[in-house]
């Protein structure tokens, strides 16, 4: 099977769905009085501008790679030499190219249309550097926390939003199935890792994971990251937890593969989703591990990659995990109970959750 | 043969040869880090970016989407003087064995007040309320908090510590980088074996991808770039610089009679990169082609041959400019080089827009690992690109990358 979905990144519903976030983030700047935002965490960025960049699994220092001024409403882009995976609706001489000097690095950002006029600025980030230039192209201009407004804008998804997450879970299933399909004795860990892999690229036109995933033989303790070279044998289960990157928003998947059983979903995840509704602690949905150590957190917000909250195994926070859980989010809930690594996507509304992952219950 | 299985086996034989000691590799790193430390009179350094996290926890870390890895951050403490550094993960299982306990620590998650405060605390139970302190990014809630919160700590840049100790590669680094190279150029070979009319740019990343993981890659830094190049520049996307337009995005576009492929792929092994990018042709190049192909390699021959201990990055620049008839043989909105680590590219490049004078001070040294990547073009024709890793050694340079230029052998 091939789909033809990348193209639909920048077709008609895309830009509609652009043009709606956008709304929501100047909505939220007008009420915080806010006059720019500047932006470099990916997530933030695209929220924002929507545009597709060359991905890298590299998490580097800050550096502002997309600003948006309230007053015009532009959206600027640095690192942007093409406009190839840029939308229609940003304008060529918002574009500023790749550059390796930091002074050029930052004149995209100066020369943003109405910058030099702000007096509040928020930013997702910060450097010494950075705050001096602010201060001398606006003086006077008081900086305010930019990631804490976007977690706010991004926290609720909108229907479209919804949707777009849907498709990117139906593109991990596959991805799973084909993984799944790939497990047999005598095979590694590794060449169920390809196989994953391989599907995301070949049959769905999908190039980016979320990260590295698991795909591992299950054992007495949590599963580690990554894969190893040891080989499945007669009688193992195997675990397998990974996510793919559709349109900017992050799809997981969760599975335990167990030979000659029916993949049922276990008690202890049905309750989980049950308990995902508005007023909820993340702090709450975390206890449903107990004292069974975790391979990583049990509940992580999704959305255009993770979001806060992140609750549960060794990343059990406080700060976001006592941050009542409020219609419209969505969830990455993964639990590891007797040897048995479950999992879903879960949008919380008023009333019954509603799963995202199609519920396991025959094979 | 085929290539595929000639280069698979060539990665199988290297990962097998018994000469990595991942131990040795991350007490040397250490020592390193301890050594920048006591030179620049620092306390301790804080570092949160993944490269350097990398480097200085020795943690064989997940490569992971930005979105998500800025709230699953592993940070690293490294104390003056101490003889392992400090690490703050949601991974403790990866935390490397030598590790004593009492260094690995729950995560840090400095995105607000509550967060910062708490780093403070714990942070401050391993370094003296006076200390001075590296750090290689700030959160905006670290850039606010961290002058409030511990007025006594002396803030100062990790980075120019970091970007020196990382310059020069030991002999695990090296081996790292090797296998690194292999198994991408063994993926490269299975991808390149599908090129013909009718196949999907993006099936051509799903077999690079299979053959990664199946070799033993750790992870994958750069979304793999296999792109059919325009003939003319003008053919390509808008840009703000008029260059040829690379690299781009992989799509799904099907592949045509007579299509020149570039590609560029950035893989890790134990965090350590491969750059790998070659040119392929769908059908027989033509006799332009064939002339750009000689000229490329006349330019790379020279300069691979030029690269030694003491040489500038100027003077790779001008020779491969002379070689190209005065014009710089190298994209504008890239270089003629740049020197390779954790996660790809590191901070030294010659030939890019910081000008000049920054190749002129670029000098090699032995123990750094340096990629170039000329290309030569001819509007209409489209061009030849390829990048080809070396290692400087005491008197010269031992070259690591070995794809073979067909079709023109």
């Not at chain 1, 793919?244 to 993949?263: D, I, K, L, S």
């Not at chain 2, 967060?115 to 700030?138: F, K, M, N, Q, Y």
């Not at chain 2, 990664?212 to 994958?220: I, Q, R, W």
């Not at chain 2, 080089?337 to 030294?348: A, K, M, P, R, Y």
């Amino acid at each position: 099977m091939t789909a033809t979905l990348v193209g639909a990144e920048y077709g008609p519903a895309f830009a509609e769905l652009r043009a709606e976030r956008k709304a929501r983030v100047l909505a939220a700047m007008e009420r915080d009085g806010v006059d720019a935002l500047i932006l470099g965490r990916s997530g933030n960025g695209k929220y924002v501008a929507g545009h597709r960049d060359l991905w890298r699994a590299v998490l580097g220092g800050f550096g502002p790679m997309v600003v948006l001024v309230r007053s015009t409403g532009g959206i600027h882009l640095a690192a942007s030499t093409w406009d190839d995976g840029i939308p229609a609706e940003i304008p060529h001489e918002n574009l500023t190219g790749l550059t390796w000097n930091p002074r050029e690095a930052v004149s995209g950002l100066v020369r943003a249309e109405g910058l030099s006029d702000c007096n509040r600025i928020a930013a997702d980030g910060m450097s010494p550097g950075i705050a001096g230039l602010l201060d001398m192209l606006a003086p006077g201009v008081e900086l305010v926390d930019g990631e804490a407004l976007m977690r706010e804008v991004r926290r609720v998804k909108t229907p479209a939003e919804i949707e777009v997450m849907r498709t990117g879970i139906g593109i991990a299933e596959g991805c799973l199935a084909a993984a799944v399909e790939r497990i047999a004795p005598g095979v590694s860990e590794r060449e169920v890792q390809a196989a994953f892999m391989d599907a995301m690229a070949s049959s769905y036109a999908v190039t980016i994971p979320a990260f590295a995933g698991i795909f591992r033989v299950a054992g007495d303790l949590p599963p580690l990251p990554g894969a190893s070279g040891r080989v499945v044998s007669d009688g193992d289960s195997f675990v397998i937890s990974a996510a793919v990157m559709y349109a900017g928003y992050e799809a997981a998947v969760v599975r335990t593969w167990v030979p000659g059983q029916p993949a049922e979903e276990p008690a202890a995840l049905t309750e989980l989703v049950a308990a995902c509704r508005p007023g909820c602690l993340p702090s709450q949905l975390a206890a449903f591990a107990g004292d069974q150590p975790q391979p990583g957190p049990v509940v992580v917000g999704l959305g255009m990659g993770v979001e806060p909250p992140v609750a549960g195994g060794p990343a059990d926070l406080t700060g976001f995990a006592n941050e009542p859980l409020e219609a419209g989010m969505v969830l990455g809930l993964q639990l590891w109970s007797g040897g048995v690594l479950s999992g879903c996507m879960v949008q919380v509304r008023d009333g019954e959750p509603v799963r995202l992952t199609p519920p396991r219950t025959a094979p | 043969m085929s290539l595929a299985i000639e280069y698979a086996e060539k990665a199988d034989a290297r990962l097998a040869n018994g000469r990595l000691d991942l131990v040795r590799m991350r007490r040397d790193r250490h020592a390193k880090l301890l050594a920048q430390l006591a030179d620049r009179h620092l306390d301790a350094i804080l570092l949160i970016t993944s490269g350097n996290v990398l480097y200085a926890s020795g943690m064989r870390l997940p490569a992971v989407d930005g979105g998500r890895a800025v709230h699953q951050r592993t940070a690293v403490l490294v104390v003056a003087g101490e003889r392992y550094p400090h690490i703050f993960t949601s991974w403790p299982e990866l935390a490397p064995g030598e590790l004593p306990p009492d260094h690995v620590h729950p995560p840090l998650w400095p995105d607000n007040e509550a967060g910062v405060a708490d780093l403070v605390r714990r942070v401050g139970d391993l370094v003296p309320a006076d200390a001075v302190v590296g750090v290689d990014d700030s959160t905006f809630a670290m850039h606010v908090g961290l002058p409030r919160l511990a007025p006594g700590w002396q803030l100062k840049s990790a980075t120019p510590l970091l970007v020196a100790a990382r310059l020069h590669k030991t002999e695990d680094e090296v081996e790292c980088m090797w296998r690194a190279w292999l198994i991408n150029e063994a993926a490269n070979a299975a991808a390149e074996e599908l090129v013909r009319p009718g196949v999907r740019l993006t099936e051509l990343v799903g077999t690079y991808y299979r053959r990664l993981y199946e070799l033993g890659a750790t992870c994958n830094f750069l979304d793999p770039v296999f792109q059919v190049m325009p003939s003319r520049i003008a053919d390509g996307p808008w840009s703000t610089n008029g260059d040829v337009p690379f690299a781009l995005i992989t799509t799904d576009q099907v592949v045509g009679a007579g299509d020149v492929i570039w590609t560029d792929t950035v893989m890790g092994y134990e965090g350590y990169s491969s750059d790998v990018g070659r040119t392929w042709f769908v059908d027989r190049p033509t006799a332009t082609q064939r002339s750009l192909y000689e000229q490329w390699s006349d330019i790379t021959q020279a300069v691979l041959d030029a690269m030694k201990p003491g040489v500038s990055g100027a003077e790779l620049c001008a020779l491969a400019t002379e070689l190209n008839g005065g014009r710089k043989p190298w994209l504008d909105h890239y270089f003629l080089g740049h020197t390779l680590g954790l996660e790809g590219g590191e901070q030294q490049r010659f030939g890019s827009d910081l000008g000049p004078e920054a190749d002129e001070k670029l000098i090699l040294e032995p123990g750094m690992a340096v990629v170039i990547e000329p290309i030569t073009w001819a509007d209409g024709e489209c061009g030849y690109r390829c990048e080809e890793l070396v290692i400087i050694t005491d008197d010269g340079a031992e070259r690591v990358s070995s794809y073979p230029d067909t079709p023109f052998l």
